[in-house]
T-cell receptor, first 113, second 114 residues
Framework: AQTVTQSQPEMSVQEAETVTLSCTYDTSENNYYLFWYKQPPSRQMILVIRQEAYKQQNATENRFSVNFQKAAKSFSLKISDSQLGDTAMYFC??????????FGAGTRLTVKP | GAGVSQSPSNKVTEKGKDVELRCDPI?????LYWYRQSLGQGLEFLIYFQGNSAPDKSGLPSDRFSAERTGGSVSTLTIQRTQQEDSAVYLC????????????FGPGTRLTVL
């Protein structure tokens, strides 16, 4: 089975500090895409960052970066200089080749002032 | 349109009634996906369309669920004889090509079955 596991149902962080959200996945495929999506209370799923499995370099988008460990099948998200607007549900997801996107159960992140 | 749109935004219905949820994908996107998100849960994949075709319906929770897409654009998800366990947010997404590396999501329809 190709699954995604987020082991942290809830997390909190002080504004301006750094937080890391964990994600592991299970697949026998070699090439695939990994994603982190943010879902604020508006329900709109917003793509935060993506990583191609064939790329060794970790993806970075402004304050968001990932630690991709392919052998360990780990894909954590680091948010630096946390802002109040980062408060949301965060979902880790991956797409195996020619297959539908698989999502983790989500981590609810609260940024405290 | 600028993004994926869904209607209605919220739907409250009585148990046993039929409901129809609509998704309008980004113009030119050939692939369209439906997901269900139950309260506090992740997204459960339901069905995808490549053009107007849905080759795999196995993700639909029961035979009360059906979906269609016409003209390679708008899609409707129909739930017949709704049950309380159908209450959830139904999200639609589209992508330029099937299973491409980015799906664009709509705001979802929150369905409440009383």
């Amino acid at each position: 089975a190709q699954t995604v596991t987020q082991s942290q149902p809830e997390m909190s962080v002080q504004e301006a500090e750094t937080v890391t959200l964990s994600c592991t996945y299970d697949t026998s495929e070699n090439n695939y895409y990994l994603f982190w999506y943010k879902q604020p209370p508006s329900r709109q799923m917003i793509l935060v960052i993506r990583q191609e499995a064939y790329k060794q370099q970790n993806a970075t988008e402004n304050r968001f970066s990932v630690n991709f460990q392919k052998a360990a099948k780990s894909f954590s998200l680091k948010i630096s200089d946390s802002q109040l607007g980062d408060t949301a549900m965060y979902f880790c997801a991956f797409i195996p080749p020619n297959n539908d996107m698989r999502f983790g159960a989500g981590t609810r992140l609260t940024v405290k002032p | 349109g600028a993004g994926v749109s869904q209607s209605p935004s919220n739907k409250v219905t009585e148990k046993g009634k039929d409901v129809e949820l609509r998704c309008d994908p980004i113009s030119g996107h050939t692939a369209l996906y439906w997901y269900r998100q139950s309260l506090g849960q992740g997204l459960e994949f339901l069905i995808y369309f490549q053009g107007n075709s849905a080759p795999d319906k196995s993700g639909l929770p029961s035979d009360r669920f059906s979906a269609e897409r016409t003209g390679g654009s708008v899609s409707t998800l129909t739930i017949q004889r709704t049950q309380q366990e159908d209450s959830a947010v139904y999200l639609c997404a589209s992508s330029l090509v099937l299973f491409s590396n980015e799906q664009f999501f709509g705001p979802g329809t929150r369905l409440t079955v009383l």
